[in-house]
């Protein structure tokens, strides 16, 4: 699911700044995002559309797949 959208995320909502970030799913980011901590888990993915940016402020942990 798109990043933006609350329903791509459990809990509901999308993630902010402060957040840790589990890629559990398909997800793309369809917006320019911040995170703490982001894991993209094995058989997972996170796919960075267009020109939008994800800024990471801690790990980000790549056990899946990342496109840029």
Sequence with gaps: GNWSN???WSPAGVP???DNVT???TVTLDANESVNNIT???S???TVSG???LTVSGNFTN???CTY
Excluded: K, R, W, Y
């Design 6 to 8: 609350s329903a791509t």
């Design 63 to 65: 056990n899946g797949t």
């Design 16 to 18: 902010g700044s402060s």
């Design 23 to 25: 890629i559990a799913t």
């Design 44 to 46: 997972d993915s996170l």
């Design 40 to 42: 993209v888990n094995s």
């Design 51 to 53: 020109s939008n940016t």
